[in-house]
């Protein structure tokens, strides 16, 4: 009988398991409690549940860092652990926040929520005003990225009887006064994007309908979103209207305390900030202006009154270099706080904008190694006196939050997350491997010193969306991998930003597949060195990541051991028709153009895969309420591998959205899940199996 290996290159859309696209379907669903019965038989039992309950554990620790941000005088924060799964939102001063145990007012508990209301909420995000108590709250039905917006009092600690609500859909909203709010969403007809976003911005005033709240602001459904946020650091009120072309580009729109409305006279491709009478932007290509040329990555700042009437005269706040790349800025207190990578060491520099031009210093007191990052304490710029949080950490040290007062003072710890596994023998190391095209790629490396040519090792890397990976304190790999005798391996791919614009467009549209390169040379370099021999490596990826590994199971799949797949993208040739997938032809390309296909087609793992290769195993794993990544592709890649006779395996819990879970619990499920298969496939029974 021959074997079905459908859909193939040549025919992309000859598709046997679109049936599998169907999330609720009864045939579909049949599929997934079938294939989760066959996954939790093999790799679950009593070593699964002693792993799971002692992540879950570790994640419940009462003296975990409670994470916050400031509105008005209190200190916020969402708690869970296992007395509060979804979750406690939670308050307290600075004061208090300061002792080892500090006392908490409950604004609302979240699982009794759920449970009056007989529904799966999750809190998802909070949006408040300056000097008000009034927030419209985000809540997440299982962790899907879809949110009903209901208003709540703080002061009285409940919802608004009669205030702002709508029904689910992708979106949020902002506080324009007290009574009239910037609404982005996809609720109502016509208001959709193709990806699934926002295409109006209105203004929705108390008492109206949602249906009659006016759009101000339009776009066409081909772009991905728009959205609208308040601005209270100018002299009048103001909002910025963003129009998001795609994930790199946009319109940017101005709106006065009139209504009136003027679009900044700039290229769509830059990312700008403003606070008060001044902003800066970010570019990602060169730009040349009235004689003057700045190049990709440059930061400029500029008076926003000049800018409108016309001036030009930019100020250079940063200058990339080839492997010195910004990650971030933001405005506190009429301070410009720049994050960079510098050699993949963290740096920080603040400029002050005046009359006078730009004051410049470095941000002191911060080690210039392992994992930094930066952020205002406060909520609201408007009410920012200058203060920020830094988190300090690194894969064996856990994390520190520290307090930058008035953004000047030297950091002193507020809070100390604990050890959570045996670091003793382990060392960090950094390398970097050579990419098929010779390209330094580099990755760090944890676990004992020494080579022993046997090393169990768990490598992971993302590759995509400009997004940077570092090296964090990871409780799960530190409890579970490194404790045990294992090593880890964190790769930076090209795709990511840790060197600017040119490093991620490298590994963006046909420029994919080097980012696939750059991770099996990293496997072969391990192996070069002497850590390790292929068998004993297992791979994890997620998200873009889930491309990253399909693609090594089918052109790489000599360097592995072992393949975790998560809540992945996989399908090339549909992606765009599936959730939000319109929204990343940016990232990937459009396989409706013949001329994009053609590069597409190379790294759609779900057309290569093909029988009678040395597929190493894979467990390929999903979310049923992930409402951003379609757990079709994972559903359909099994399928296919299944049906050529590989040994996939695959696993959907029903709640977790573009995540591992909705509770800690879930999350170390799903975590150990993937850990005990790799550990299984590359044959290592560790000292606690």
């Excluded at 080097?514 to 370099?525: I, K, N, T």
């Excluded at 395996?649 to 879970?661: D, I, K, N, R, T």
């Amino acid at each position: 009988m021959p074997i079905d290996d459908r859909p193939t290159l040549s025919a992309p859309d000859d598709d046997p398991w679109l049936w599998l696209e169907d999330i609720e379907g009864p045939r579909a669903l049949d599929f997934v409690e079938r294939q989760n019965r066959l996954t939790l038989a093999a790799f679950s039992g009593a070593s699964f549940e002693r792993d799971r309950d002692t992540l879950a554990a570790i994640y419940d620790r009462p003296d975990n860092i409670p994470y916050v941000s400031r509105r008005g005088a209190h200190l916020h924060n969402l708690w869970k652990d296992a007395g509060n799964p979804r979750g406690l939102w939670r308050r307290t001063t600075l004061a208090e926040f300061r002792k080892a145990s500090p006392v908490w007012e409950t604004l609302l508990d979240v699982d009794a929520l759920a449970a009056k209301e007989n529904e799966d909420w999750l809190l998802s995000s909070i949006s408040s005003q300056p000097g008000s108590p009034r927030a419209m709250l985000s809540l997440s039905r299982g962790g899907s990225d879809a949110v009903t917006l209901r208003e709540f009092d703080m002061d009285a600690k409940r919802f608004v009887d009669g205030g702002f609500a709508l029904p689910e859909a992708k979106g949020g909203v902002d506080w324009l006064d007290a009574d009239t709010l910037l609404l982005s969403s996809a609720h109502g007809e016509g208001m959709v994007t193709s990806s699934g976003y926002a295409r109006t911005v209105r203004l929705w005033r108390r008492g109206q309908n949602v249906d009659q709240a006016q759009a101000i602001f339009e776009t066409t459904a081909d772009h991905m979103q728009t959205y609208g946020s308040a601005d209270d650091t100018g002299h009048t009120p103001r909002a910025w209207i963003i129009d998001q072309i795609d994930f790199f580009n946009y319109g940017i729109w101005l709106r006065d305390e009139a209504g009136g409305t003027t679009r900044l006279d700039l290229p769509t491709d830059v990312w700008m900030q403003a606070h008060g009478d001044w902003f800066a932007l970010k570019l990602r290509k060169t730009w040349s202006i009235e004689g003057r040329s700045y190049p990709a990555d440059a930061v400029l700042g500029i008076s926003l009154p000049a800018f409108l009437a016309g001036s030009r005269d930019f100020t250079v706040l940063f200058e990339p270099g080839a492997r010195r790349a910004l990650q971030g800025f933001f405005w506190t207190a009429g301070r410009l706080v720049l994050s960079i990578l510098d050699e993949l060491r963290p740096r920080f520099e603040i400029c002050t904008p005046s009359a006078a031009g730009w004051g410049r210093e470095t941000l002191g007191g911060l080690p210039n190694i392992g994992v930094v990052d930066v952020w205002p304490l406060d909520r609201h710029p408007s009410e920012s006196n200058g203060d920020l949080l830094a988190n300090v950490q690194d894969p064996l040290t856990p994390p520190s939050l520290l307090l930058i007062e008035r953004g000047v003072a030297s950091p002193t710890v507020l809070k100390q997350a604990p050890r959570t596994f045996n670091a003793a023998g382990l060392v960090v190391t950094q390398h970097e491997a050579i990419s098929i095209d010779g390209e330094r790629i580099p990755y760090v490396q944890t676990g004992p010193a020494g080579e022993t040519g046997d090393a169990p090792v768990h490598m992971s890397a993302y590759g995509g969306f400009g997004l940077s990976v570092k090296s964090y304190y990871n409780p799960a790999l530190g409890k579970l991998w490194l404790e045990r005798g294992g090593t880890t391996v964190q790769a930076n791919l090209r795709g990511g930003a840790e060197f600017g614009t040119r490093w991620h467009d490298a590994g963006r549209l046909a420029g994919k597949r080097l980012s696939h390169d750059d991770f099996a040379a990293v496997a072969a370099d391990l192996v070069r060195r002497g850590v390790t021999q292929p068998k004993r490596i297992a791979a994890q990826g997620g998200s873009n990541g889930g491309i990253l590994i399909t693609n090594m199971l089918t052109r790489y799949p000599e360097r592995f051991g072992a393949l975790f797949c998560t809540i992945p993208l996989i399908d090339m040739r549909r992606y765009t028709k599936l959730l939000a997938g319109a929204s990343w032809i940016a990232e990937y390309g459009d396989p409706d153009k013949p001329e994009e296909w053609e590069w597409l087609k190379t790294y759609s793992a779900y057309h290569n895969a093909k029988p009678g290769q040395p597929y190493p195993p894979i467990l390929i794993a999903t979310t049923r309420r992930d409402d951003r990544v379609h757990p079709g592709h994972a559903r359909k890649m099994a399928a296919k591998l299944q049906a050529m006779g590989y040994a996939a395996w695959f696993y959907e819990p029903a709640a977790g959205g573009h995540g591992y879970g909705k509770d800690n619990k879930e999350r170390a499920s799903f975590e150990v899940l993937g850990l005990r298969f790799l550990k299984d496939k590359i044959g290592w029974r560790d000292d606690a199996a």
